[in-house]
């Protein structure tokens, strides 16, 4: 699933492993991350050039691209909980 907060889209996405967050662009050529899949290696596959990301720490396992803004996510019985830095004029 993907959901925008303060101009940034978020890509959320649930595997054997837990819950994640990364940006939902791509880092090689803007792709929307939310449209691609997860495999069994806990990565997050772009859609259109295969290029994957581990969910964790968000670094390319293939492919030369740049690694993924990850965020932390907490979940509760009150909601889903994503972690997101102020910037320091909003603070």
């Known amino acids: 699933m993907v959901f925008e907060f303060k101009n940034e889209k978020i890509c959320v996405t649930q595997n054997a492993f837990g819950y994640f967050a990364v940006q939902d662009k791509c880092p090689h050529n803007g792709a929307s991350l939310s449209k691609g899949f997860c495999s069994k290696n806990n990565e997050i596959i772009c859609p259109?050039?295969?290029?994957?990301?581990?969910?964790?720490?968000?670094?390319?396992?293939?492919?030369?691209?740049?690694?993924?803004?990850t965020y932390p996510i907490e979940i509760k019985n009150t909601g889903v909980f994503i972690g997101i830095k102020a910037k320091w004029w909003e603070a």
């Open 48 to 69: 259109l050039h295969r290029y994957a990301f581990d969910l964790k720490s968000g670094k390319a396992t293939s492919g030369g691209a740049f690694a993924l803004k």
